[in-house]
């Protein structure tokens, strides 16, 4: 277990805490903050942190997978379940499918692959009511209508608590402490990585194209970088160097 007297003890010079964040299987959702639906404490409602990692095996025929966040977390998710063979429904409290990853171009490509297999479907703007044995009941944000779907599995996706304990046993530590990702705020990284350089880069007015020049070029700017490496949906890096 580490805590901060093994990390002082190796006398770093600074800290990175990249500890991530913990999800949450409560059922919280945004557009109804106070609602927490029945059946969340059954043993099929998984994070995908879980799911991935494999500490999940009981998967079933049918699945949901509910995003609350927009990212890619909830694509993977998707993803490794519909290549699995399972019918997956992808559910969201959002008025479209991972928003958060547009910008990025990854969005129509993940579409397009999950709709392929022909054992997915899309749900937007509904809210998770209830958790059943083997189904969920989702309901819409703009009307009374319920909606009864097979689930066998039910895939949380929702904003994270950030795990960030580890910077109080750093209060009397000397050098630099950063906290990144989701340690210190769930998001996408691409748009975390963004906003700094708009908060803090001379060409930083490049940024609201997207362009991957333009990212590369604000970011040997912004953090003295000799080359930025993206990297796309598919795995191929876009490479910029000086």
């Keep these: 277990m580490i805590d901060g007297e093994m990390i002082k003890r190796l006398e770093p010079d600074a800290i990175i805490l990249a500890t991530g964040a913990e999800q949450s299987l409560q059922g919280e959702q945004k557009s109804v903050p106070g609602l927490r639906p ?18 999940h095996n009981q998967i079933g025929k049918s699945a949901v997978v509910f995003d609350d ?7 993977g998710a998707a993803e490794y379940l519909v ?3 399972t019918q997956v429904t992808f559910a969201t409290s ?15 490509p993940a ?14 703007r509904v809210v998770l009511e209830q958790v059943c044995a083997e189904s969920v009941i989702l309901g819409s944000l703009y009307t009374d209508q319920t909606e009864d779907l097979p689930a066998e599995t039910v895939v949380m996706v929702t904003v ?4 960030n304990q580890l910077l109080s046993e750093l209060d009397d530590f000397e050098g630099a402490v950063q906290v990144v990702g989701d340690a210190r705020h769930q998001d996408f990284l691409p748009a975390q990585f963004l906003r700094e350089i708009w908060r ?3 060409y930083s007015q490049t940024c609201p194209t997207y362009g ?10 912004s953090f003295n970088l000799n080359f930025c490496i993206l990297v796309d949906d598919i795995g191929h890096s876009l490479t910029n160097r000086t």
Excluded: W
Aim: with cysteine; charged share 15%.
């Design 212 to 221: 991957v020049a333009a990212f590369c070029s604000a970011a040997k700017s």
């Design 160 to 163: 994270g608590r950030p795990n």
């Design 83 to 85: 290549e699995q063979g």
């Design 38 to 55: 029945k059946g969340m404490d059954q043993d099929h409602v998984i994070s995908a942190t879980q799911l991935l990692s494999g500490h």
């Design 94 to 108: 959002l008025s479209s499918f991972a928003p958060k990853t547009e910008f990025s171009l990854a969005t129509t």
């Design 200 to 202: 803090v880069g001379p």
């Design 69 to 75: 966040v927009g990212g890619y977390v909830a694509i």
């Design 111 to 124: 579409l397009q692959r999950l709709f392929a297999k022909g054992n997915f479907d899309l749900k937007t």
